[in-house]
């Protein structure tokens, strides 16, 4: 059974972690799951979750979910002894990302995505963030150079979306891609043949 990390900071796209996480208990993988204070505002804020637990944040998740507090910097997600398959930070704010562009690991998710970078783990960023400074550029920048995979939540329109859950499904389905995790969500690019009027003289 696959070990996922999804960790819920302070930046708008609570959606996106509650799908995701879903997503991920869907193809079978064990999921681990810590919030911040600005993500459990965000959760509040935008889902109506005013208790975070895994029941809670998506009905179901309790048996294959274990949820850590921010402050425990001593919990197993922590060690790099504890084998995981890859952490995403979804939503990630500009704060956590200059933490972890710092090296700073303050509290449980900083520590966890520092420990998946030095284990050479996948470690996935999902900003939402726009526009974004030069601070936020460079800070993406050198956390791509250290082996993390930044991956906007910038959803795709050639699958003509027609809903708001087809837009957070098209981001979702690629950070289950990137974790190498199953999913039927409608994220492949598949052509119509190019009509004869197209054709370039």
């Known amino acids: 059974m696959k070990q996922i990390v999804l960790a819920i900071t302070g930046a708008s796209g609570a959606v996106y972690a509650q799908r995701l996480a879903e997503g991920v208990l869907a193809a079978g993988a064990q999921l681990h799951l810590v919030a911040s204070p600005h993500g459990r505002r965000v959760l509040a ?3 109506d979750l005013r208790h975070f637990d895994a029941e ?3 009905p179901g ?8 507090s921010y402050h425990d910097i001593g919990a197993r997600i922590a060690s790099g002894s504890f084998r995981t398959d890859g952490m995403v930070l979804c939503p990630c704010s500009s704060n956590t990302l200059a933490a972890v ?3 700073l690991a303050d509290n449980l998710i900083t520590r966890a995505a520092l420990v998946t970078l030095k284990e050479a783990r996948r470690l996935i960023l999902v900003p939402r963030e726009t526009p974004l400074s030069q ?4 800070n993406l920048l050198r956390v791509s150079q250290a082996g993390g995979v930044v991956c906007p939540a910038c959803p795709g329109f050639y699958m003509r979306p027609a809903s708001i859950a087809d837009l957070v499904d098209f981001v979702v389905g690629r950070v289950l891609d990137l974790l190498d995790l199953r999913h039927e969500l409608p994220v492949r690019w598949n052509p119509h043949p190019q009509r004869t009027d197209d054709t370039a003289p």
Do not use: P
């Open 45 to 47: 804020d935008e889902l």
């Open 61 to 68: 998740a309790a048996g294959h979910t274990t949820v850590y």
């Open 135 to 138: 601070i936020e550029i460079a």
């Open 56 to 58: 809670s944040f998506l």
């Open 101 to 103: 562009a710092g090296g």
